[in-house]
Each structure stands twice: as structure tokens, then as C-alpha cells.
């Protein structure tokens, strides 16, 4: 009987991964490739066609820190009941964060490092060198956001999200119902009314202090909080057990809310109606990763897995081909240089992860017997 209900349940494990909706992968992949599109603002000269969107990167990365949010108070809240030490609790899950990430931005930070070495020892600035290693610390420890920002990538927002997730997932794991139905949906809109009043209706400098924090921190925790109330819409969705004509009607408010956004964003392109439909984009992510609309049902191939690795290596290693085409190319067409960059940023996502997947096998088949096997007396 026990094995009979072993099967059963490796068969419904099998069958939950097979229908593993990745709908919300696809859209990370989306953004990340606005992050890269923001970034050739660089190579945009007087006879350049072409214009960026409307704050196509602080959106995207908005997008970002909603998406980390929800994941965050999913990840806290399977645990139906109060748990004890919430702070220990709380830093775990946030080492537990940098962990995954660490490898990845490492490489990364040390891939950009090694251009920079090639360009300051081709012009003859040597001291540069030594100046950008002993400013490397923030960037590796994935602080930077608390001040000390060197500039040399872009994991800000990796920061960002880890320091904000520290007093968040404190709180959640502490009190959760103040956290999900007062603090996050209150904090949001604080947050948010803040960033676009006092910049006129545009985002906030990252690496701005305003008072004793950064401007990436109040982003961060803006975004995350957001991501927190997408997950209360999600789960009130999930709890409405909809039956067909009522996923029809998610379905078309999916389209609709998307719709609606990416044409202000797109179209219109007015900051004040920008700020405005960033209000319906926690509901749109909402319902995309609440499963009930049939949109879903379309990002259910196992392929798709790929695309979470795909914007997250895109977001790390686009910024170093960046740094290089603009040194090796000056004054070429933007069209030029942005095709370069898109081959460089391919080469360097492939040496990142072949790096990180190095490092991983010596781990594992060399170096953890070597630092963790206790000494025979």
C-alpha cells in the first residue's frame, strides 16, 4: 500500500513539473533584454534614429524587484504556522539568496574587471588597476547599495533586493498578516508616490543618497513590497477555484492589463500615466502566475525552464561587451555597436557559465573533500 502511494505521488510530482508554468520566466527573459537595450544609450550619437522608451531600465528593473517579492513571501509562506527565531530565520533565507547568486555575479564582477585591466594597461593606467581592486569589496559582498558604490557592475539591484529582503522576510516570518495586509500594500504606495513626486515622475537615482539611504534601497523595498501584495492577489485568484467561464474572464483581463501597460509604456510615452498603470502591473503579475487564465497554458513546455537562466546571465554579462565595444569601436553607428555588443554579451554568457559550472565540478569532485573532510588522528 505505501509503495503503491509512493508511485502515485512521484507520478503527480512528474505531472505538476510537466505543467510547470514558466509564463513569468518569459517575461523576466522580456525585461532582461530591456536592461540590455538601456544600456546602449552609450552609443546613441546625433544621427541616431533609434530612441529608448520611457525609462525602459527602471521599469524593467521595477519588474524585477516585483517578481522577487512575490517569489520571497511564496518561498516564507508555505510554512502555514508561526515559526520560532525569525531572525535567524530571516538570515538564512537571505544567505541562502546570496548563495545561489554568488558564483554567477562573482564571475561576472571578475569577467568586467579583466576588461577594464586590458583597456587601463592598453592606455597606460596601470594605477587604475590596483584603485579598482581595493574598491572590488562592496560589489563581492553584493552591498553596494548600502553606500559604498564603486559602479563596476550593475548588481545594485541584487544588492538592493538582499538588504530589503532582511527586514522583510523578518517580518513576514513574525507577523505575517500586518506584513501581507497592512505594511506591504501601505509601504508600496508610500514608496511609490515618493519615488515619483520627488523626481518628477521619474525614477529615482539608485546611486542617489536621499537622507541616509541610497535610492536603490527605496526601490528595492517599493518593488518588493508590491511582489509581496502580487502574492496576496495570487493566492486570493487561487482560493476563487475558478471554473471555465471564470478563466475566460482572468484571460481577458490578462490581456488587458498587459495590454494596457506596455501601450502607455510604449506608446504614450507620458511619465505621469507611466507611474499611473505601474499600479495594475502587481495584478497583471499576478494573475500570470496565479495559473487561471489560459494565457498560462501556452508557457507550460519543459524548454521554457531555460528562460530564468537565460535573463538572469543576459543581466549579469551584458554590462563588461558594453565597456569594450564602446572602447573598441568609437564613433561607429549605433546599429553597429549594438550588434557587437549582442555578440559579445552572447560570448561572455557563455564563458560565465561555463566558469560557474567549472567551479561547481571542482567543488563537488575535488575541492569540498580537500576543505570539509574531517582530519584523520
Same mark, same amino acid.
Given at each position: 500500500?505505501?509503495?503503491?502511494?509512493?508511485?502515485?505521488?512521484?507520478?503527480?510530482?512528474?505531472?505538476?513539473?510537466?505543467?510547470?508554468?514558466?509564463?513569468?520566466?518569459?517575461?523576466?527573459?522580456?525585461?532582461?533584454?530591456?536592461?540590455?537595450?538601456?544600456?546602449?544609450?552609450?552609443?546613441?550619437?546625433?544621427?541616431?534614429?533609434?530612441?529608448?522608451?520611457?525609462?525602459?531600465?527602471?521599469?524593467?528593473?521595477?519588474?524585477?524587484?516585483?517578481?522577487?517579492?512575490?517569489?520571497?513571501?511564496?518561498?516564507?509562506?508555505?510554512?502555514?504556522?508561526?515559526?520560532?527565531?525569525?531572525?535567524?530565520?530571516?538570515?538564512?533565507?537571505?544567505?541562502?539568496?546570496?548563495?545561489?547568486?554568488?558564483?554567477?555575479?562573482?564571475? *561576472?564582477?571578475?569577467?568586467?574587471?579583466?576588461?577594464?585591466?586590458?583597456?587601463?594597461?592598453?592606455?597606460?593606467?596601470?594605477?587604475?588597476?590596483?584603485?579598482?581592486?581595493?574598491?572590488?569589496?562592496?560589489?563581492?559582498?553584493?552591498?553596494?547599495?548600502?553606500?559604498?558604490?564603486?559602479?563596476?557592475?550593475?548588481?545594485?539591484?541584487?544588492?538592493?533586493?538582499?538588504?530589503?529582503?532582511?527586514?522583510?522576510?523578518?517580518?513576514?516570518?513574525?507577523?505575517?498578516?500586518?506584513?501581507?495586509?497592512?505594511?506591504?500594500?501601505?509601504?508600496?504606495?508610500? /514608496? *511609490?508616490?515618493?519615488?515619483?513626486?520627488?523626481?518628477?515622475?521619474?525614477?529615482?537615482?539608485? *546611486?542617489?543618497?536621499?537622507?541616509?539611504?541610497?535610492?536603490?534601497?527605496?526601490?528595492?523595498?517599493?518593488?518588493?513590497?508590491?511582489?509581496?501584495?502580487?502574492?496576496?492577489?495570487?493566492?486570493?485568484?487561487?482560493?476563487?477555484?475558478?471554473?471555465?467561464?471564470?478563466?475566460?474572464?482572468?484571460?481577458?483581463?490578462?490581456?488587458?492589463?498587459?495590454?494596457?501597460?506596455?501601450?502607455?509604456?510604449?506608446?504614450?510615452?507620458?511619465?505621469?500615466?507611466?507611474?499611473?498603470?505601474?499600479?495594475? /502591473?502587481?495584478?497583471?503579475?499576478?494573475? *500570470?502566475?496565479?495559473?487561471?487564465?489560459?494565457?498560462?497554458?501556452?508557457?507550460?513546455?519543459?524548454?521554457?525552464?531555460?528562460?530564468?537562466?537565460?535573463?538572469?546571465?543576459?543581466?549579469?554579462?551584458?554590462?563588461?561587451?558594453?565597456?569594450?565595444?564602446?572602447?573598441?569601436?568609437?564613433?561607429?553607428?549605433?546599429?553597429?555597436?549594438?550588434?557587437?555588443?549582442?555578440?559579445?554579451?552572447?560570448?561572455?554568457?557563455?564563458?560565465?557559465?561555463?566558469?560557474?559550472?567549472?567551479?561547481?565540478? /571542482?567543488?563537488?569532485?575535488?575541492?569540498?573533500?580537500?576543505?570539509?573532510?574531517?582530519?584523520?588522528?
Amino acid at each position: 500500500m505505501a509503495q503503491t502511494e509512493a508511485i502515485e505521488a512521484i507520478e503527480v510530482n512528474k505531472t505538476v513539473l510537466e505543467k510547470r508554468n514558466y509564463e513569468l520566466n518569459f517575461f523576466k527573459l522580456v525585461f532582461a533584454v530591456f536592461v540590455f537595450f538601456t544600456h546602449t544609450n552609450i552609443f546613441i550619437g546625433e544621427n541616431t534614429r533609434f530612441q529608448l522608451p520611457l525609462m525602459i531600465g527602471p521599469i524593467s528593473v521595477h519588474f524585477f524587484f516585483i517578481v522577487s517579492g512575490m517569489l520571497m513571501a511564496k518561498s516564507i509562506l508555505r510554512e502555514k504556522n508561526s515559526v520560532s527565531d525569525p531572525g535567524k530565520r530571516a538570515i538564512t533565507f537571505v544567505l541562502g539568496k546570496y548563495k545561489a547568486l554568488a558564483a554567477q555575479c562573482w564571475t *561576472s564582477v571578475f569577467m568586467i574587471l579583466s576588461i577594464y585591466i586590458y583597456i587601463y594597461t592598453s592606455t597606460d593606467q596601470a594605477r587604475k588597476i590596483s584603485l579598482m581592486l581595493a574598491k572590488i569589496f562592496p560589489e563581492l559582498f553584493l552591498v553596494s547599495s548600502s553606500g559604498p558604490d564603486f559602479r563596476l557592475n550593475i548588481t545594485w539591484y541584487i544588492s538592493s533586493m538582499l538588504l530589503c529582503m532582511l527586514p522583510l522576510s523578518y517580518i513576514l516570518y513574525k507577523k505575517r498578516d500586518f506584513t501581507l495586509y497592512i505594511f506591504s500594500p501601505l509601504a508600496a504606495l508610500l /514608496l *511609490s508616490g515618493y519615488i515619483a513626486r520627488s523626481n518628477s515622475y521619474h525614477f529615482i537615482d539608485h *546611486s542617489t543618497m536621499y537622507g541616509v539611504v541610497m535610492g536603490g534601497l527605496i526601490r528595492g523595498m517599493c518593488g518588493l513590497c508590491f511582489g509581496i501584495v502580487a502574492y496576496l492577489i495570487c493566492e486570493k485568484i487561487k482560493k476563487l477555484n475558478p471554473n471555465k467561464n471564470l478563466r475566460i474572464v482572468f484571460t481577458i483581463l490578462e490581456i488587458g492589463l498587459w495590454t494596457i501597460f506596455f501601450v502607455v509604456w510604449f506608446v504614450l510615452g507620458d511619465p505621469v500615466a507611466l507611474f499611473s498603470v505601474l499600479l495594475i /502591473l502587481p495584478i497583471a503579475i499576478a494573475i *500570470s502566475f496565479s495559473e487561471t487564465s489560459y494565457i498560462s497554458k501556452i508557457f507550460t513546455q519543459k524548454w521554457m525552464r531555460c528562460f530564468n537562466f537565460l535573463s538572469l546571465t543576459i543581466y549579469l554579462n551584458h554590462f563588461g561587451p558594453r565597456i569594450l565595444v564602446n572602447y573598441m569601436f568609437p564613433g561607429q553607428s549605433y546599429k553597429f555597436c549594438v550588434g557587437m555588443m549582442a555578440i559579445f554579451t552572447v560570448v561572455a554568457c557563455l564563458i560565465n557559465y561555463a566558469i560557474v559550472r567549472l567551479l561547481k565540478l /571542482l567543488w563537488e569532485n575535488k575541492l569540498k573533500n580537500i576543505f570539509t573532510k574531517p582530519d584523520i588522528l
